[in-house]
């Protein structure tokens, strides 16, 4: 899915892990089973004249009838006895169920600790970068010149991209954002503005932002790097994808520090830098406030992008 639906985001928030449940609840299984058994051996005990290990009725209480299909037994003493006989009954099952328990309670913590230090958990495929506490190497710079009726002139926002880390997309990245070049996001716009999370543009060739266009040949999409970066961070940049899960042209920035609805979703590959001169993260909240009109959250008045280039 893309970040196109608010409601989908702010859904995609309150996604649970299944193994983070299954790691709360595991020390108590054991347990519940032995639970489980107890409970059941005590409902077979009350039952006298069923269990093997109680006196018969008819053998303590020689004073009783039939009431309603309910044997009724008369007589302190005969009761007592088979009150003393289903206690001691229920303790030697809480024993029978607990023995297990404590035996086979090891094994079967070591086998969630194995499997939680399985290599495939601790692969480099599976690594997380946190940009909020080790910002990805910036290995290059790119611009763009944005114009909206707040401001009478053009204001600059510099984007340092993550070249390390995610070489393909930042090449589709700078490669546009060359205005010499045939495609580039010169004469893009800010389609969409998510008040709250994200600002969205760079819809190459489709004002509306339903597609966009790479600098790859025939501007197709491509499968993005990897999506290791936490969006963890404000202003950071991540790509936006197609319905197959591809990128091109289009791009949005994160205006909160958490963002953790687009993790494993949507590649970040640069952030938004503060220099003396541009907008920065200033320029981005300002373009998050402007007035849209539904159903898709567009600014009412164009946010274009009017240059663009390498730093």
Not at 112 to 118: G, H, I, T, Y
Not at 130 to 147: E, M, N, V
Not at 290 to 300: G, L, T
Not at 305 to 311: M, R, T
């Given at each position: ?70 044997i ?39 086998a ?12 480099d ?30 204001k ?6 993550f ?123 300002r ?17 274009l ?7």
């Open positions: 899915p893309q970040p196109d639906n608010p409601d989908t985001q702010q859904h995609r928030a309150f996604a649970f892990d299944a193994r983070k449940i299954a790691t709360m609840i595991r020390p108590s299984l054991l347990s519940i089973v032995s639970l489980l058994f107890t409970s059941g051996t005590y409902a077979f005990s009350t039952i006298g004249h069923h269990s093997p290990s109680l006196t018969p009725l008819s053998a303590v209480s020689p004073k009783s009838k039939n009431q309603g299909g309910r009724c037994v008369s007589g302190t003493q005969p009761q007592q006895q088979l009150h003393q006989q289903r206690r001691e009954f229920v303790i030697q099952s809480i024993a029978t169920a607990l023995i297990p328990s404590v035996i086979l309670s090891p094994f079967v913590e070591s969630f600790a194995e499997e939680d230090q399985s290599p495939t958990a601790t692969s495929d599976t690594t997380t970068i946190d940009p909020s506490i080790d910002l990805p190497k910036i290995t290059q710079r790119a611009y763009l010149d944005i114009k909206f009726p707040k401001y009478k002139e053009p600059r926002l510099v984007i340092g991209l070249g390390d880390v995610m070489p393909k997309t930042v090449e589709n990245f700078l490669a546009l954002s060359n205005s010499s070049n045939d495609v580039s996001y010169n004469g893009a716009t800010f389609y969409r503005v998510l008040s709250g999370m994200s600002i969205q543009g760079g819809a190459i060739g489709n004002p509306s932002g339903k597609t966009g266009t790479s600098s790859f040949p025939s501007g197709k999409p491509f499968s993005p790097d990897n999506y290791k970066i936490r969006h963890t961070a404000q202003g950071l940049v991540s790509a936006v994808r197609t319905a197959t899960g591809d990128i091109d042209s289009r791009f949005f920035v994160q205006t909160e520090g958490d963002a953790g609805w687009a993790d494993d979703r949507y590649a970040a590959f640069g952030i938004v830098l503060e220099e003396e001169g541009t907008g920065g993260m200033d320029l981005v909240r373009i998050s406030k402007v007035d849209v009109k539904a159903p898709q959250n567009s600014p009412k008045e164009p946010v992008i009017v240059g663009c280039g390498v730093l």
